[in-house]
């Protein structure tokens, strides 16, 4: 089964060849959307296939060589694809969700020009993810990288007759390269280190983790190399200070948002991390700094998800917080409990995301019959929604309640892991934790406000409209329906010892993080008491949160009018998100804006243009005496030549 391997990105690449090629003929939307779908679920059913296939082999890492890429002296470098334990899981978890979507987007994309260009663009994305996971050595992944940055700017830019799309998709291009410039940077540095110290030519990912051990631990070369590769990881999976372009991207189509923000892009950082984990160890001063960015990241977008009305805007910031305790795990060791959340938060954010385009897609509907254009994506404008979606109202609340991470949810597992770590970790300390359990409160907070203004109280859509929002069709809810009993039961695999469980995605992915763990002696430390206590603690601030949002939303909806009336600054700060952005503005852009402008009219057009125009007009001026000479008058030529004679003739006698 593992020389099938290949199959897996080569089956949306062809789907997306088909319907870039031909699409625009085909016309048919149920063709195109059924060809792209088929595509990648014909990748999910090989994905299966080598999944349980690895789950009753014995030996867990397996390279399938497509063909030889470069062949450099002693650089030999293969397009080839590797599965183990952590890519077998991540395939699953593209393709499972990326086929939902696929099919929902089906549903929700009805009507729209250049429907066809959307599912090539959403394959080429599905490709390049699983190009990105499944490569074998870091240049296969690089392609995999720089594919979903193309097509993330070509998904969010999908709407490029309107400014703010397209200036979206800019921004995440632009804020990419930063990252991709840190990734290039400690791949180059590594490649030379590990080929001029020790003789070692590889990008190889297991040529890599056997020889991590050339690296001095703590030493400045695996620092070094492992904050480029983290800087990289920070613009792929929106960590502070490259976090920017995240919730712009919510001008792209909803299916894009739950495709990107769900299962593909923004994981690529936690992965390669993860994938890299031999060398990320040997680096505790780089560990440092990832679960610090991490928890950093988990409480400031918490902070501003507080305050926003936008519905999916809202839900990007969840994103960014949700990743940040994906990087705080990663930071004190918890590999583990990193790709454990990472998939958890797949079934969730992804259910999230299509759940609020469904909600879109009703207030859509209601607006375009009652003839209003007030903004179906604003809270301020929904409410009661609840009686007139009730799929999309369950499968919304099941998720939420997930990523809120109360018991017996997929969440809950997870995130209470990652806490755990954070605090009893040799790499961790009661600080982290703390940031972390804050998160979570301010997490279950604004997800039951987003719940609450939406489902909850009076509707507040235009009395016009009321009567003409309808449920999602079928296309849109089984998608839906799907990805909220995987909420549900998709922390299952990974119930703690603690509360009588196996803990079963621990021991699944022990062949690819157990030697780092052992070698580097990484374990978190306390008593069954404490960690029963620190579950609990965070549990309670979960419930609090919850119950503050319903009083506020619910019970006493004129609070939070009070609210902003008694702390008007902090919400006004909160509402502009910290006001990074013209920070930013102020620092990085406008300057270059300068830079570039006097580059353009102070020295291109001064100087080399400048030097280009004058050599022109003196060449002009030139011909503009010559022609004198030129006059076609035989008189005027003959006295040219006598004085040519009286000249020569003077040089000779007196010069």
């Not at 001029?196 to 695996?222: C, D, K, M, R």
């Amino acid at each position: 089964m593992y020389d099938k391997l290949w199959l897996i990105p080569f089956f949306p690449l062809l789907g997306s060849v088909i319907n870039g090629l031909f699409g625009k003929k085909i016309k048919n939307e149920k063709v195109i959307g059924s060809i792209a779908t088929l595509a990648i679920a014909s990748s999910f059913v090989v994905s299966c296939l080598c999944f349980f296939t690895l789950l009753d082999d014995k030996v867990k890492i397996h390279q399938q060589v497509v063909a030889s890429w470069m062949s450099i002296g002693q650089l030999q470098i293969d397009w080839g694809f590797l599965l183990d334990p952590l890519s077998a899981l991540m395939i699953m978890v593209v393709t499972g969700v990326g086929s939902l979507i696929h099919l929902y987007s089906i549903g929700y994309m009805h009507g729209e020009e250049g429907f066809y260009r959307f599912f090539c663009y959403l394959n080429l994305f599905c490709f390049s993810m699983l190009m990105l996971v499944l490569g074998n050595n870091a240049l296969v992944m690089f392609v995999g990288w720089e594919g979903v940055g193309l097509c993330s700017y070509l998904l969010i830019g999908y709407y490029f007759e309107k400014k703010s799309a397209g200036d979206a998709a800019k921004k995440a291009f632009v804020v990419n390269r930063v990252g991709d410039f840190g990734f290039l940077l400690g791949l180059f540095t590594l490649f030379w280190y590990l080929g001029s110290e020790h003789n070692v030519w590889t990008v190889n990912f297991v040529e890599i983790s056997q020889n991590a051990h050339l690296l001095p631990a703590g030493g400045f070369v695996v620092t070094f190399v492992t904050l480029c590769f983290f800087l990289g990881a920070t613009g792929k999976s929106a960590q502070i200070p490259l976090y920017t372009w995240l919730p712009d991207a919510m001008e792209g189509p909803t299916p894009v948002s739950a495709l990107i923000h769900a299962a593909t892009m923004v994981t690529a950082g936690v992965y390669m991390i993860g994938r890299m984990n031999g060398l990320f160890a040997l680096a505790p001063t780089t560990m440092m700094v990832i679960a610090i960015v991490g928890a950093a990241t988990a409480i400031f977008a918490a902070s501003i998800g507080l305050a926003q009305n936008d519905i999916k805007r809202v839900l990007a910031y969840s994103t960014v917080s949700q990743l940040g305790y994906m990087f705080l795990a990663m930071g004190v060791g918890a590999f583990t409990a990193g790709v454990f959340h990472l998939m958890t938060h797949a079934f969730f954010k992804a259910c999230l995301f299509l759940g609020s385009g469904s909600v879109i897609h009703g207030m859509h509907h209601g607006y375009h019959h009652a003839h209003l254009h007030d903004d179906p994506q604003d809270m301020r404008n929904m409410g009661g929604l609840r009686k007139k979606m009730p799929i999309t109202f369950v499968t919304f609340l099941v998720s939420t309640i997930a990523i809120a991470g109360i018991p017996g949810f997929s969440g809950f597992f997870s995130k209470d892991e990652i806490l755990w770590w954070s605090f009893g970790s040799n790499h961790g300390s009661w600080m982290l934790w703390l940031v972390g359990a804050i998160a979570a409160g301010l997490t279950a907070f604004y997800m039951f406000r987003l719940v609450f203004m939406t489902f909850f109280g009076e509707q507040r859509t235009d009395p016009r409209a009321k009567d003409h929002i309808p449920e999602s069709g079928l296309t849109i809810t089984i998608p839906l329906m799907v990805l909220g009993v995987l909420a549900v039961l998709g922390g299952y695999v990974g119930v703690p010892a603690i509360l009588g469980g196996a803990n079963k995605i621990h021991h699944y992915l022990e062949p690819v993080f157990g030697h780092t763990i052992e070698v580097n002696h990484i374990a978190a430390h306390g008593s069954h008491s404490t960690e029963i206590a620190l579950m609990a603690t965070s549990i309670a601030i979960a419930v609090f949160g919850i119950f503050l949002a319903w009083l506020m939303y619910v019970k006493k909806p004129e609070l939070p009018g009070k609210f902003v009336g008694a702390f008007t600054g902090l919400h006004r700060t909160i509402f502009n998100k910290w006001y990074v952005d013209e920070i930013y503005d102020a620092l990085f852009v406008n300057p270059t804006k300068r830079l570039g402008t006097f580059f353009w009219k102070g020295f291109d057009v001064k100087v080399v243009d400048g030097i280009v125009n004058g050599v022109g007009a003196l060449v002009n001026l030139a011909s503009k005496g010559l022609r004198y000479t030129q006059s076609g008058l035989v008189q005027n030529y003959a006295m040219t030549m006598v004085l040519g004679v009286i000249v020569i003739a003077a040089f000779y006698f007196f010069g």
